[in-house]
T-cell receptor, first 116, second 113 residues
Framework: AQKVTQAQTEISVVEKEDVTLDCVYE???????LFWYKQPPSGELVFLIR??????QNEISGRYSWNFQKSTSSFNFTITASQVVDSAVYFC?????????????FGPGTRLSVLP | DVKVTQSSRYLVKRTGEKVFLECVQD?????MFWYRQDPGLGLRLIYF???????EKGDIPEGYSVSREKKERFSLILESASTNQTSMYLC????????????FGAGTRLSVL
């Protein structure tokens, strides 16, 4: 069965620090997709990134970067020079191409607090 | 921009009441989803629908039913609300299963007293 683990329940950093959110997944499919979502205090989940299992290139978008490593089944998310507006709950999610019945599986989330 | 609208941000109901949570999307998406979110558990799938009048059970369908009479609207029904259904409910839609991004509504925080 597919599974997503986010071992860090809560993280607190001071503004301008770098922070990495860990995500480890389990799947038996060869074709799958990994996602990160941000849930600010307003409640709405905001899509950040999607990666498919055949694309192991790391990605950078402004202060955000993602490190996908199939060898360790990890898809970690780094925020560089964190800001107070980055405070949110971050969810990692996995979706398997062949698993029609169970679509997205979300991790439990990591609550990030960025202190001024 | 994709817009997923949930009819209520907050609801307070009494045990035994029938509760309807409504969700509307404006992007002509085939697929719609209902999740509940509880602290430490992340999001858990209740039901999803891949077409009008079609539905599939998710991880935790017990105590819930759904209705999709029109493509843009997906309703979650609690036939007889119980206190353990107090939670945040999130609706989402996507163009295609598995690989497509799911777009979420703002959520409905339901309290059952």
């Amino acid at each position: 069965a597919q599974k997503v683990t986010q071992a860090q329940t809560e993280i607190s950093v001071v503004e301008k620090e770098d922070v990495t959110l860990d995500c480890v997944y389990e799947t038996r499919d060869t074709t799958y997709y990994l996602f990160w979502y941000k849930q600010p205090p307003s409640g709405e989940l905001v899509f950040l990134i999607r990666r498919n299992s055949f694309d192991e290139q790391n990605e950078i978008s402004g202060r955000y970067s993602w490190n996908f490593q199939k060898s360790t089944s990890s898809f970690n998310f780094t925020i560089t020079a964190s800001q107070v507006v980055d405070s949110a709950v971050y969810f990692c999610a996995l979706s398997e191409e062949g698993n029609y019945g169970q679509n997205f599986v979300f991790g439990p989330g990591t609550r990030l607090s960025v202190l001024p | 921009d994709v817009k997923v609208t949930q009819s209520s941000r907050y609801l307070v109901k009494r045990t035994g009441e029938k509760v309807f949570l409504e969700c509307v999307q404006d992007m002509d998406h085939e697929n719609m989803f209902w999740y509940r979110q509880d602290p430490g558990l992340g999001l858990r799938l209740i039901y999803f629908s891949y077409d009008v009048k079609m539905k599939e059970k998710g991880d935790i369908p017990e105590g819930y039913s759904v209705s999709r009479e029109k493509k843009e609207r997906f309703s979650l029904i609690l036939e007889s609300a119980s206190t353990n259904q107090t939670s945040m409910y999130l609706c989402a839609s996507s163009a295609e299963l598995a690989k497509n991004i799911q777009y979420f509504g703002a959520g409905t925080r339901l309290s059952v007293l």
